[in-house]
């Protein structure tokens, strides 16, 4: 697995000039899947698939794609895990994919890169507010164990939990967090809160009704991570989200950024100072056309096909999500950053989309994991 450490020791997480490595890398863990899980050899046949035709960058194209329905419903492996993860699954199927010892080390080099590009390494410490799980040894969900990564990008002064777990559930405790802000207005030290976009939107939302402004520290952040879970209807504008944070909070828009990934492809994807989600160096993005699945042009909505060669565990070198994106070139943000970057811009998932009323009430009750 010689490719896939070098691509992702690779220092500049937006490097233009990876297709050749990523290529390399792609067709060694294809080489590896097909010889170590028999259902993936079984696919790739059947698509009449070998590693022969992986000859250019275009070809990735063609990789057998394993929907992340699918993995929801059958556990597949290649070779022993050194850890295990789980999506959040809000209907009771969840994936679970494991990780050898090499993934968590290319994990681990990716997240250092990126977070150091985008400035979220610090070494002033600070408050850190979850706004999700409290860890709890039967949650394995990766939103968990990734929340709790990101309080280590600036030494932790303590930790508190949104989501408490009490009595075999997790509730929610507004009113905790609400009174640890007040206290934290005295604090010399910034406060960085990461999670759920939806139970960050709804803290806000209480704070600003009930008149409490709380003035953080310089160098307080907001990271978003986890989606919008099962509350899609009541996703609010980005515009509309950073005006409430720089009213509540006085942090303004520079100072949030927000995560996307799934247990099933887990790549960093950090928004640029934009808000866009460029692909990184270890990962690409196919869209595709939601009937025939054929790979669409850049700024055609589909279904969002991720590929990446960072597990050897679990066949997930190339996954089909349910979200719906688009992807658009690179030079078009304006950043700076020149990799093309991918809006998300729905899912095709009907039943897990709650009404707004629906979706506030389960917020407030508390989820199941
Ligand atoms: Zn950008």
């Keep these: 697995m010689k490719y896939r450490h070098s691509l992702f020791s690779d220092k500049n997480p937006y490097d233009t000039q990876s297709d050749q490595l990523f290529l390399e890398a792609v067709r060694e863990n294809f080489h590896y899947q097909y010889r170590h899980c028999k259902e993936y050899r079984k696919l790739s046949n059947g698509l009449h698939f070998n590693a022969n035709a992986l000859m250019s960058i275009e070809d990735i194209m063609r990789l057998p794609c394993i929907p992340t329905l699918f993995l929801k419903r059958h556990r597949m492996k290649s070779a ?157 504008d980005k515009p509309a989200f950073y005006r409430l944070a720089e009213k509540v909070f006085g942090v303004t828009d520079h100072d949030i950024v927000e995560f996307y990934g799934a247990v099933e492809h887990p790549i960093l994807y950090c928004d640029c100072p934009n808000h866009h989600f460029h692909v990184p160096t270890y990962s690409r993005v196919v869209i595709r056309d939601v009937d025939t699945l054929a790979p669409v042009p850049m700024g055609t909505p589909g279904l969002v096909n991720l590929i990446t060669p960072m597990i050897r565990a679990t066949p997930v070198l190339s996954v089909m999500t349910d979200d719906i994106g688009i992807l658009h070139s690179g030079s078009s943000c304006g950043c700076g950053i020149q990799t093309p970057y991918l809006e998300i811009i729905g899912r095709v998932a009907p039943n897990d989309i709650k009404t707004c009323a629906a979706g506030a009430a389960d917020i407030l009750k508390g989820v199941a994991i």
């Design 80 to 236: 022993p895990a050194f850890v295990r993860a789980t999506s959040s699954g809000t209907s009771g199927q969840f994936s679970e994919i494991g990780f050898d010892f090499g993934a968590l080390l290319c994990g681990f080099r990716m997240v250092r890169q990126t977070a150091r590009m985008h400035g979220l390494l610090s070494p002033t410490p600070c408050h850190y507010i979850i706004m999700g799980y409290q860890p709890h040894r039967g949650n394995r969900t990766a939103v968990t164990k990734t929340a709790y990564g990101a309080t280590f990008f600036a030494p932790a002064l303590n930790r508190r939990y949104i989501l408490k777990y009490r009595d075999g559930k997790y509730a929610p405790d507004f009113d905790g967090i609400i009174s640890a802000l007040k206290k934290l207005d005295n604090s010399l030290f910034p406060v960085r809160f990461m999670g759920f976009p939806s139970y960050t939107f709804f803290l806000m939302k209480q704070l600003d009704e009930r008149g409490i402004h709380v003035t953080l520290k310089k160098g307080s952040k907001i990271m978003l991570g986890g989606g919008w879970k099962q509350f899609y209807a009541e996703q609010v």
